[in-house]
T-cell receptor
């Protein structure tokens, strides 16, 4: 079974600086998707960024980018120019095999990110 | 309404009560999911529906009973719950398809959750 590990329960960063959140996963599959979701205090789970495993190019979305190392099974999230609104729990997720038209997501334990003004 | 909505947002119930959680998606998706989020634990997948058929039941106790009457609506019926069932219950939806489809097919979109407290 696939597992996702986020080894940093909490992180903090000064506003406007850069922070990297770590994620590793374990799988025997060669084709899959990886995601970072953000859960602010409102508890709404919001997609931040996704990466297709077959793509070598790292995904970017504005201030958010990933460092995808397939051989190392590592998928870190870099947040540049951190803003107060970035404060949230961040979850790394692995999309397992398609399930008769649906998808099965495996989540990590989460990293709580605090932004210091 | 857009996206995925859930009602109620907060629910307090006794162990002998029967209640239902409702989820509605306005994205035209055909797969829906229930997750449980407890403190200090990863999100746990409970149920998956694809094209209104249940395709996954992750060893969830029978006191949780899902229902998917159509592709836009998903319910979670609750009865004789235990205090340890107190958690945030999240609903999600996606556009199901075969692997290797467009990226958006691979993405689940979440509702705001129902915060449940069982006394």
């Amino acid at each position: 079974a696939q597992t996702v590990t986020q080894s940093q329960p909490e992180m903090s960063v000064q506003e406007a600086e850069t922070v990297t959140l770590s994620c590793t996963y374990d799988t025997s599959e060669s084709d899959y998707y990886l995601f970072w979701y953000k859960q602010p205090p409102s508890r709404q789970m919001i997609l931040v960024i996704r990466q297709e495993a077959y793509k070598q190019q790292n995904a970017t979305e504005n201030r958010f980018s990933v460092n995808f190392q397939k051989a190392a099974k590592s998928f870190s999230l870099k947040i540049s120019d951190s803003q107060l609104g970035d404060a949230a729990m961040y979850f790394c997720a692995y999309r397992s095999q398609a399930l008769q038209g649906a998808q099965k997501l495996v989540f990590g334990q989460g990293t709580r990110l605090t932004i210091n003004p | 309404e857009t996206g995925v909505t859930q009602t109620p947002r907060h629910l307090v119930m006794g162990m002998t009560n029967k209640k239902s959680l409702k989820c509605e998606q306005h994205l035209g998706h055909n797969a829906m999911y229930w997750y449980k989020q407890s403190a200090k634990k990863p999100l746990e997948l409970m149920f998956v529906y694809s094209l209104e058929e249940r395709v996954e039941n992750n060893s969830v106790p029978s006191r949780f009973s899902p229902e998917c009457p159509n592709s836009s609506h998903l319910f979670l019926h609750l009865h004789t719950l235990q205090p340890e069932d107190s958690a945030l219950y999240l609903c999600a939806s996606s556009q199901g398809g075969t692997s290797g489809g467009p990226p958006d097919q691979e993405t689940q979109y979440f509702g705001p959750g129902t915060r449940l407290l069982v006394l």
